[in-house]
């Protein structure tokens, strides 16, 4: 297909394979070929959702104009877990091809898919080639990899992106994990990958540079439960966060997506884990330990809890 005749979504949903995500700060929409999350495979793109990757840069950009101005770091951004890419490409459209950017992935086909979102966005030969860093002081650096096995100096990047799956599974699925796609195995309570990610990334990252996430965690009545540990896994740093729409009773996300499977389960979860928050965090490395809560007035487009019940029920059938 003439990829200039190709539609694309400007308010993408889960089962979208082609978005534009025009946002503010930006020299041009960002246009990304994803796949599906109802597409049957383990190597799937993860999809693009506007309270997800849109919300994450809307509230995270400022914090990393004051990163790249006030780090020393000889690399701008590190996008760990880079999917199709669209973090990459919201730092070059915001900030510049300049830009210095290693994007990383476990997942040969998402890397793949990320180069040519990145000619998509590019349609110029020499803005290409800037872009890629094929010629220029910057663009971005696309690299396949198992984190933390990748070639990078310690307390060297200004700016760490990661975007860790958390999807929340009974034991009665343990088995089928491997059903699961990549970007959606969270491991134990959706918190495995989460850990291993915070405790490895602390070492790259330069002094007062920041390490921003995403997460769905399962929390109490004080909030999220990672305020409990993530200190103890990324020190060094204070953390400001924000909840993307507010907080849900576990018992009925859990219900919502399994819909009559796990229930003692469900119960004996949410008796321990008696609220689920979504969030998004900025780790600044500071030399504090603080943690703020902060709220925000970006537009959610209608977005709410049913449609993450929706996404992690999809996600849910690659196992079943």
């Keep these: ?102 994007a990383v992935d476990k997942n040969p086909r998402a890397v793949r898919t990320a180069i040519y979102n990145t000619t998509l966005n590019y349609d110029n030969e020499v803005c290409l080639k800037e872009a890629l860093g094929i010629s220029g002081p910057g663009g971005i650096d696309f690299r396949v990899a198992e984190f933390p096995y990748v070639n990078i100096p310690k307390e060297s990047v200004k700016v760490i992106g990661i975007y860790p799956p958390y999807h929340i599974y009974p034991p009665l699925l343990d088995p089928f994990q491997k059903s699961l796609p990549l970007h959606a195995r969270g491991g134990n309570f959706g918190q495995t990958e989460f850990r291993d990610q915070l405790r490895s990334t602390n070492c790259y990252l330069a002094n007062k540079g920041i390490l921003f996430f995403n997460q769905m965690c399962l929390g109490d009545e004080q909030g999220p439960a990672y305020l409990h540990y993530i200190h103890d896994l990324f020190g060094d740093a204070s953390l400001t966060y924000t909840n993307v729409l507010p907080r849900i009773r576990t018992s009925d996300f859990l219900n919502g997506v399994y819909e009559g499977m796990s229930r003692k389960w469900i119960d004996e979860v949410s008796n321990v884990f008696p609220y689920l928050y979504y969030t998004v ?36 059938k690659h196992a079943l």
């Design 1 to 102: 297909m003439n990829p200039s005749a190709t539609r694309y979504s400007k308010d993408p949903r889960m089962y979208d394979t082609h978005v534009e995500l025009d946002l503010p700060g930006l020299v041009s929409p960002v246009k990304l070929r994803v796949d599906p999350i109802n597409r049957k495979s383990t190597d799937n793109v993860m999809p693009i959702f506007w309270e997800e990757q849109a919300f994450t840069w809307q509230f995270t950009s400022p914090y990393v104009r004051q990163a790249l101005q006030e780090s020393k770091g000889e690399t701008d951004f590190l996008d760990l877990g880079c999917g199709s890419g669209v973090f990459s490409l919201l730092m070059l459209k915001q900030f510049g091809s300049n830009s210095k950017v290693i």
């Design 281 to 316: 965090g900025i780790l600044n490395k500071d030399g504090a330990y603080g943690i703020k809560e902060v709220p925000h007035d970006i537009d959610l487009r209608g977005r709410t809890w049913s449609d993450r019940v929706e996404l992690h029920r999809e996600i849910t």
